[in-house]
């Protein structure tokens, strides 16, 4: 009988350390740039400097990514490789996130350089812990199943921790503003809270995650030379990369402009934590059932029926009047999609590992991964520029009431919101699509081979 080291202990430790991480992650990317708008009101000159250096700093760190993934995976502690780099990047990441929500002790172009450096050493602490913390998942299991049991739970973690932050940041911001009689500090408190959230979690997936010990054969350092080699011969990397890039850059840039929407052009900025509860619960319920219809459905079809939701959400989004009920309607039917397609760019990514391993006979889980943070900063940058560019073309950017936006200004901001995302996540089905070809059958004879060759010495 084969042994199996999958352990409910790992699948419970391991998907709680992402709550904190994703309010963090949320925080920063989605309500950063909210905060320099409408918190600390920075001029129009100046945020045209902050869009540039946010999208410069995201696409270095991004190119990053992939040299930080072979620093994993040459590492050797008595702790492994993930966990020094997972606890490093966790720290460094919050201190940086409560520096970035400080209230202002400088002013004009002052604030805009330490805003820089800041902003660019945060993006490089996470990605420190987030390649290392995601790149453990496919060392835990290699069973498809599996790692969907345990890949859903970690994304239900998440999205608890995302949609946390995308419902709570008004209504707690605001009464801590009702206590400290700030918004700037209200802020900062909030940012603070939310790092020990993120501490927290990291220390349970620190001491409670079990890594299953000899299960391939050892290898050698991968370098810096063959990081090139390792992205661009695995075929199916480069198409999972391609097509996780451009679903991310318009699922970030839908988001960006949330709370934006609920401000100026629905005019009731506290209907958006409403709203967010209600697209928390239908992501959640969406990670909840994924693996019924896993069951029942193969990851082909699970992807067309999840963009068929994204389509028919953002089409009746666009078109629906300023009425909650058909705007939850669609919001439901467009993050159901989301989280199905979202959980399964992760389960695409992890299996391109065996198929790199078996195809150019070294496995380089941290490399692969890196690829992530690269896809989500990428898509960061491109989706935040997009949003940046549009609130201050439409005049948002100076708008103190919804009465100061223009009509042609909110026609501008709903085009940025649905028409330019949806472009973006069909090109993604579409590459997905024709050339992913991972299926269940693929998949299984790879393993069978792995095994045959004696690269895999047992099962997990």
């Known amino acids: 009988m084969e042994k199996r080291t999958y352990s409910k202990r790992n699948h419970f430790t391991f998907g709680l350390g992402t709550i904190g ?12 740039i909210f905060y320099l708008t409408d918190v600390i009101a920075l001029g129009k000159d100046l945020l045209w400097w902050i869009a ?55 002013t004009g172009y002052q604030y805009v350089a330490g805003f820089a450096l800041v902003y660019l ?35 239900i973690c998440a999205n608890i921790g995302l949609f946390f932050v995308v419902a709570g940041i008004v209504p707690i911001t605001h009464w801590i503003e009702g206590q400290t009689g700030s918004l700037p500090q209200a802020y900062f408190i909030f940012a603070i809270g939310i790092v020990g959230v ?11 995650v079990k890594q299953p010990q000899n299960v391939f054969n050892e290898q050698s350092s991968t ?26 850059i318009g699922y970030v840039t839908t988001t960006g402009f949330g709370l934006y929407f609920f401000k100026y052009a629905y005019g009731n ?25 896993s069951n029942n459905m193969t990851r082909e079809k699970l992807y067309k029926m999840g963009t068929i939701l994204v389509v028919l959400g953002y089409i009746l989004f666009f078109i629906s009047p300023m009425d ?105 089905y579409v590459v997905y699509h024709f050339k992913y070809k991972i299926d269940k059958a693929t998949y299984d004879r790879i393993i069978k081979e792995l095994k045959e060759r004696g690269e895999i010495k047992r099962d997990s």
């Open 52 to 106: 540039a250096i946010m999208l410069g700093a995201r696409v270095f760190d991004a190119l990053n990514d992939p040299i930080m993934g072979v620093v994993v995976d040459n590492t050797r502690t008595r702790f492994g490789k993930f966990k020094p780099w997972i606890a490093v990047g966790a720290f460094l990441s919050g201190i940086l996130t409560i520096l970035l929500f400080m209230p202002k002790t400088a």
């Open 324 to 428: 909650m009920r058909i705007i939850g309607i669609a919001g439901v039917m467009l993050f159901f999609g989301q989280a199905f397609i979202q959980l399964l760019m992760l389960m695409f990514l992890a299996d391109s590992i065996e198929y790199g391993h078996w195809k150019l006979g070294k496995r380089n889980e941290s490399v692969t991964f890196s690829l992530q943070p690269l896809i989500n900063k990428m898509g960061g940058a491109i989706g935040g520029s997009i949003v940046s560019v549009v609130i201050i073309l439409s005049g948002i950017a100076e708008a103190k009431t919804p009465d100061d936006v223009t009509q042609g200004g909110l026609w501008l901001m709903k085009i940025g919101m649905f028409i330019i995302p949806l472009i973006f996540i069909l090109m993604g």
């Open 198 to 208: 993120m501490w927290v979690g990291q220390l349970i997936t620190l001491f409670g």
């Open 269 to 293: 900025e506290s209907m958006y934590s409403m709203f967010a509860i209600i697209l928390g619960i239908s992501q959640l319920f969406a990670l909840a059932v994924f693996q019924f219809f």
């Open 21 to 32: 991480r994703d309010m963090v992650y949320t925080l920063v990317s989605s309500y950063l």
């Open 121 to 155: 050493l945060w993006g490089i602490a996470f990605t420190i812990n987030d390649i290392s913390y995601w790149s453990m998942l496919p060392s835990l299991t290699f069973n498809q199943k599996e790692r969907e049991k345990l890949g859903a739970f970690a994304r």
């Open 223 to 248: 370098s810096v030379k063959e990081l090139f080699h390792i992205i661009l011969k695995n075929d199916q990397l480069l198409y999972v990369v391609i097509s996780m890039s451009l679903f991310m």
